[in-house]
């Protein structure tokens, strides 16, 4: 079967987050969480869309120069028409963690493109891009310009400019234009774009502010991609686009309907995030029947100390007892430790052992979730899986996910959620198995 579309997501939440699009629409996909091996790809013959997770999110941009590369190279042997650099939909970055204009120029070195399209608004996520700023939907349902929005207060990346193009002129030399919002809605956006190109802009940026401009956005990139493979770089916002387009023009069979998805318990989380919204979803759990064991980032570290011990024998006796369990490092932003690798690698660590230890219990872990971005994208790389498949929609940008592994960890259930998404009920949610969709 043809590839349709392939990326590489610079965080593992964001990643499931394009899962979410492909599988709730019908379009198979995997996720796999590297560089994939010949029998691992053989496994999922049928796929339509292939994704490599990745953690250059939080890599210095020497380190995208020396490692992006090799990546891209392993997507463009798929010989998708579109090749996607996946973002955050609050597009933080800087020129010195997590650029995405290098990662950009990355991309445009190996593959070439006439134009590199972005696409960040994501209207699903209540992420809208107008005139080329960014807003993003608060914690209390408030649309926010990013820079008046809770990330530009994050704290290894914090978003002080809406314009993206400004934002990128930081990462980047590439001259990036804009097609607004009343070119795409007008029907203008395919003339708009070839003046751009003609004038010598290398990359440009869409507009997205409802599901009519983000419709068009898609159209005219892959009207693009039909002439010869484009590379593009954004949000699931950008992966919305184009499945919009590839319904509107026939390419897609309808869904059929599905089996609500069952409940499951104990579950054990994981949080490294530091954000006001988990910090109510984490508050709103431990009132309705989490066991939630705060620890602390330092003294974690030591993975051999008896911080770690303790920690992890505690949350190991209330899983016997068939407690929800939350292992956290911060609950909102004034507590917070900044988030680092060695964080993430710690506490995946710990959950490793964890279901290890749950694996021969009479009551074994089948469901986790790990909370923040950059926590996930280290973490979930201990538990030895080498890919991940869509399950369900919990809540918009946060998808259940099966695990596939070679070991004893085989079709563990996994939740990835950034710090940004879901409501207050949100671990209930996933308990409770209140989904829209089941594969």
């Known amino acids: 079967m043809p590839i349709l579309y392939t990326f590489y997501g610079d965080d593992f939440t964001g990643s499931t987050d394009v899962l979410e699009q492909l599988g709730s629409n019908g379009i198979g996909a995997v996720l796999f969480l590297g560089a994939p091996a010949a029998e691992h790809l053989a496994a999922f013959p049928d796929v ?129 234009g804009l097609i607004d919002f009343v070119a795409l809605l007008s029907g203008g956006g395919p003339e708009a774009g070839e003046a751009l190109i003609a004038s010598g802009h290398a990359a440009i940026l869409f507009d997205t502010i409802d599901s009519v401009s983000q419709l068009n956005a898609g159209l005219n990139i892959w009207k693009h991609s039909r002439t010869q493979p484009i590379f593009c770089a954004g949000s699931s916002g950008l992966t919305a686009a184009l499945i919009a387009a590839w319904r509107t023009l026939g390419m897609l069979n309808d869904v059929p309907p599905r089996e609500p998805l069952a409940g ?122 080498y890919a991940l498949s869509w399950l369900a929609n919990l809540r918009p940008g946060v998808p259940l996910c099966r695990g596939h592994a070679d070991g004893e960890l085989d079709g563990l259930e996994v939740v990835l959620k950034g710090g940004q998404v879901g409501g207050d009920d949100f671990f209930q949610v996933v308990r409770g198995g209140k989904a829209k969709f089941v594969g």
């Open 48 to 176: 339509e869309a292939i994704g490599i997770a990745g953690d250059s999110r939080s890599r210095s941009a020497e380190w995208m120069s020396a490692n992006l590369g090799a990546m891209f190279q392993v997507l463009k042997r798929f010989g998708a028409p579109v090749t996607h650099y996946k973002t955050c939909s609050t597009f933080d970055s800087s020129p010195t963690c997590g650029s995405i204009g290098r990662a950009m120029e990355v991309g445009r070195q190996i593959f070439s493109p006439v134009v590199v399209p972005i696409v960040v608004g994501a209207p699903h996520l209540g992420r809208y891009v107008a005139f080329g700023n960014l807003f993003a939907t608060d914690a209390d349902g408030l649309v926010r310009r990013i820079d008046r929005h809770p990330m530009s207060l994050h704290p290894v990346t914090p978003m002080h400019e809406a314009d993206l193009r400004v934002h990128l002129a930081a990462q980047t030399s590439m001259r990036i």
């Open 264 to 385: 499951s318990s104990p579950i054990l989380a994981i949080s490294g995030s530091c954000s006001e919204k988990t910090r109510r979803q984490l508050e709103y759990a431990f009132a309705h029947g989490y066991r939630g064991i705060a620890l602390d980032p330092e003294a974690l570290l030591d993975r051999g100390g008896v911080a770690y011990n303790l920690a992890l024998q505690e949350a190991a006796e209330s899983l016997a007892q068939g407690r929800d369990t939350v292992l956290y490092t911060a609950l909102g932003p004034a507590s917070g430790a900044s988030p680092g690798s060695d964080l993430g690698v710690a506490l995946g660590s710990l959950l490793r052992q964890l279901l290890s230890g749950t694996a021969r219990s009479s009551q074994p872990v089948r469901r986790v979730v790990i909370c923040g971005g950059d926590t996930s994208s280290h973490a979930v790389q201990q538990l030895e899986l």
